[in-house]
């Protein structure tokens, strides 16, 4: 990176690069050890992983507000993924239902701490060149690639039972490369260019601002049958597990090389301009995958639209944030942020999905999921036409300026 004398690129990097390997090893492969290892029934899967969406809604904004009140992002991070490595491990001595859940809680709890923080140190360490998160941000998407493939091979030799000594590794790397990321002050507020509001929910508050996390809110919602069904859908279809894999794969990738150019369109076009064509791009792959899912050629254009669904969209709303949140409530707002479109959101749209697949089928949940999407794109023209949206004007400025 330019400036990397000011920036610890590759320390924070490696935090990112850990965390969502973690994730990459979670994701697919969890509910298959609870499966296969734990025997838990489909309702005690089902319970487990609402558990783990409670904690996503509720955890965020707790560690946010302490960590803006406090100031001690760094020490919060640190004490998230340490407690998060002590819970998890107490998994290895093979707890009753009782038992899991509450390691399960209250390990979700602490490891619901870290993220939306550590996008606020990212921030600050970046405040001169804001346009370069999404350079640091693509090292996740590396790590998750790396670990759903390397994973999917290792599964092919050894027992699923080795899941947890797995993440035990990755939440250990977790801990150890937050260790080596201090915390920068930032003197300068990144709010809006009127001056500096600290009020928490007097900003949320503010009309496109609110309109901002509505559409967030919107966006991870619909891609509940994504996350959820996506894997069962192509199987149904007669997909085999190898194209499967490589389809998930592929809309990764596409969301790397995304983030390698992210900071150039942040310059050259408006937050407002790129996300009205992330939300259109969105509609787009949701219908193409609900309605013509039989075509390889059509899907492999659908995965390559997760650059828009998810990595653009993602960079766009780090950004916003930034914009438009002072600092001494960043970390509540990134927070916020997580709450309400991964927690929320993505609860919302898994049972949506859930419901609409067994009721109707998965072109109508697809459907579904465009339909939501097409709303926010909706509500962002709204905005727009009221004089409102200050924040995604113009191309992308210094703190103070935006």
Request: aromatic share 16%.
């Amino acid at each position: 990176m330019a400036a990397a004398t000011a920036v610890p690129y590759w320390r924070l990097s490696a935090f990112y690069f850990y965390y969502f390997a973690f994730l990459g090893a979670w994701v697919p492969y969890w509910s298959l050890y609870l499966d296969d290892e734990v025997g838990l029934s489909p309702e005690g899967i089902g319970a487990v992983s609402a558990l783990v969406a409670v904690t996503r809604i509720v955890g965020p904004y707790c560690w946010g507000a302490l960590a803006d009140r406090t100031g001690q992002r760094t020490g919060i991070i640190r004490w998230g993924a340490g407690l998060a490595l002590v819970c998890f491990s107490l998994l290895l001595l093979s707890p009753s239902w009782y038992p899991l859940l509450l390691i399960i809680g209250v390990y979700s709890f602490f490891w619901n701490a870290i993220l939306a923080q550590f996008e606020a140190v990212t921030l600050s360490h970046l405040s001169k060149e804001p346009e370069k998160y999404s350079q640091v941000r693509l090292w996740g998407s590396v790590g998750f690639v790396a670990s759903v493939f390397g994973l999917g091979f290792v599964f092919e030799w050894l027992s699923l039972r080795w899941l947890p000594h797995v993440l035990l590794f990755l939440l250990l790397g977790i801990w150890l490369s937050s260790l080596v990321v201090s915390q920068r002050r930032v003197e300068t507020s990144n709010a809006v260019a009127s001056g500096p509001v600290s009020n928490f929910w007097r900003t949320v508050c503010t009309p496109d601002i609110a309109i901002f996390f509505f559409v967030c809110f919107l966006m991870q919602m619909s891609h509940g049958p994504y996350y959820t069904f996506f894997s069962i859908y192509m199987e149904d279809l007669g997909y085999s597990s190898g194209e499967i894999g490589a389809l998930w794969a592929l809309g990764v990738m596409a969301e790397v090389l995304l983030f390698v150019f992210m900071h150039r369109l942040l310059h050259k076009f408006t937050l407002r301009l790129l996300l009205i064509w992330t939300l259109v791009l969105t509609v787009i792959r949701w219908f193409l995958i609900g309605y013509l899912a039989d075509s390889i050629a059509v899907l492999l254009v659908a995965q390559l639209l997760h650059a828009a669904s998810f990595g653009s969209f993602h960079a766009i709303s780090i950004e916003f944030i930034r914009r438009r949140f002072a600092t001494d409530i960043a970390g509540r707002a990134q927070a916020f942020y997580s709450a309400s479109s991964y927690g929320v959101g993505g609860a919302l749209g898994a049972g949506m999905s859930g419901f609409l697949w067994e009721e109707f089928g998965a072109t109508a949940a697809f459907a579904t999921a465009g339909l939501v999407v097409f709303v926010g794109l909706v509500a962002v023209l709204l905005v727009q036409s009221k004089g409102e949206g200050v924040g995604l004007h113009g191309a992308n400025r210094s703190v103070g300026e935006s």
